[in-house]
């Protein structure tokens, strides 16, 4: 499929060449902005937030379970996006990437040892 973009007028024209490394670049921003989030909710809103509002325990690790998931699904995307230009920050980025993954994997399984144990 040839990526393209609309303009105003609705004609449709292909990407310009320089497009996808941006697209790659904004998937990586969004990736590691998501994977953030779970880590700011998991360690510093969530223990101190649900407390005070009376909120069920479990509630933290089920969030952030979910939040690891769509992490993990935006880490790969990304990185997907970067091997398929063969982007300049290929190495570094499939680095980072596969750090961050086991990472919230990690993360992902203290949050179900919580809820079962």
């Given at each position: 499929?040839?990526?393209?973009?609309?303009?105003?007028?609705?004609?449709?024209?292909?990407?310009?060449?320089?497009?996808?490394?941006?697209?790659?670049?904004?998937?990586?921003?969004f990736s590691v902005v998501v994977s953030g989030i779970r880590c700011i909710l998991a360690y510093v809103v969530l223990p101190f937030v649900t407390p005070l509002l009376g909120i069920a325990p479990g509630?933290?690790?089920?969030?952030?379970?979910?939040?690891?998931?769509?992490?993990?699904?935006?880490?790969?995307?990304?990185?997907?996006?970067?091997?398929?230009?063969?982007?300049?920050?290929?190495?570094?980025?499939?680095?980072?990437?596969?750090?961050?993954?086991?990472?919230?994997?990690?993360?992902?399984?203290?949050?179900?040892?919580?809820?079962?144990?």
């Open positions: 499929m040839d990526p393209t973009t609309a303009t105003p007028m609705g004609v449709t024209l292909p990407d310009a060449p320089c497009e996808a490394p941006r697209r790659a670049e904004r998937a990586f921003s509630v933290g690790p089920t969030l952030g379970i979910a939040i690891a998931v769509v992490a993990i699904v935006a880490n790969a995307i990304s990185l997907g996006r970067f091997r398929r230009l063969r982007h300049r920050w290929l190495k570094g980025i499939t680095v980072l990437h596969v750090a961050v993954i086991c990472f919230l994997l990690v993360l992902i399984g203290i949050d179900v040892a919580e809820l079962v144990g």
